[in-house]
């Protein structure tokens, strides 16, 4: 199970902290990713990160957002700052057991959280 938390509506410029609580499966194990659905849009990857703490992000978002994991925890984190109207969206964490260089893709995703909404106005 994943559960995203931390969506809300902010002011453009503004900030959220994105927090997504995995269980069930051995955390660790798997890579792990923020994607985004807008409004009449496709789920779009935006941020990705390795087993061994790498990350990737979309050029939407590069420079500010950043995705870290806490496997401790078990728990993978999405911090949005700057945020524009643009970045209004459902955000959902994901989780795929393989390496993959289409990290921004929905489709190598096996695990999926139910969304967290983030609304950020002008």
């Known amino acids: 199970e994943l559960v995203e938390s931390g969506g809300r509506s902010v002011q453009s410029g503004g900030s959220l902290k994105l927090a997504c609580v995995v269980s069930?499966?051995?955390?660790?194990?798997?890579?792990m990713g923020w994607l985004r659905r807008a409004p009449g849009q496709v789920r779009e990857g935006v941020a990705s990160i390795e087993l061994d703490g790498t990350t990737s992000y979309s050029d939407s978002v590069k420079g500010r957002f950043t995705i870290s994991r806490d496997n401790a925890a078990n728990t993978v984190y999405l911090e949005m700052t700057d945020l524009k109207p643009e970045d209004t969206a459902m955000y959902y964490c994901?989780?795929?057991?393989?390496?993959?260089?289409?990290?921004?893709?929905?489709?190598?995703?096996?695990?999926w959280g139910q969304g967290t909404q983030v609304t950020v106005s002008s």
């Open positions: 994901a989780a795929r057991p393989d390496a993959s260089n289409y990290q921004f893709d929905r489709t190598v995703y096996k695990y």
């Open positions: 069930g499966f051995e955390f660790s194990d798997f890579y």
